[in-house]
């Protein structure tokens, strides 16, 4: 996985097609987000440090209109 921009997250996650997961562990928090049953991207929420992953070929799962 590889760190991509927050509006390339939004867009994967306002996606209906794909399945969101939510876990939180003390200070750590994080978001993952399937379709169907891989991985294509991640939220890891650490005390004030946000970051966003996604696989290497996350562009294939963006969806086509642009919100940005």
Same mark, same amino acid.
């Given at each position: ?10 867009? /994967?996650?306002?996606?209906?097609? +794909? ?6 562990? &003390?200070?750590?928090?994080?978001? $993952? ?6 991985? /294509?991207?991640?939220?890891?929420? +650490? ?6 992953? &996604?696989?290497?070929?996350?562009? $294939? ?8």
């Amino acid at each position: 996985m590889k760190l991509i921009m927050r509006s390339e997250f939004d867009n /994967i996650r306002l996606n209906d097609d +794909h399945g969101l997961e939510a876990d939180s562990n &003390g200070d750590k928090q994080i978001v $993952k987000i399937y379709c169907g049953d891989t991985l /294509i991207a991640k939220r890891v929420k +650490h005390k004030k440090s946000i970051r966003y992953f &996604g696989v290497s070929d996350y562009q $294939k799962y963006l969806s086509e209109e642009s919100s940005y």
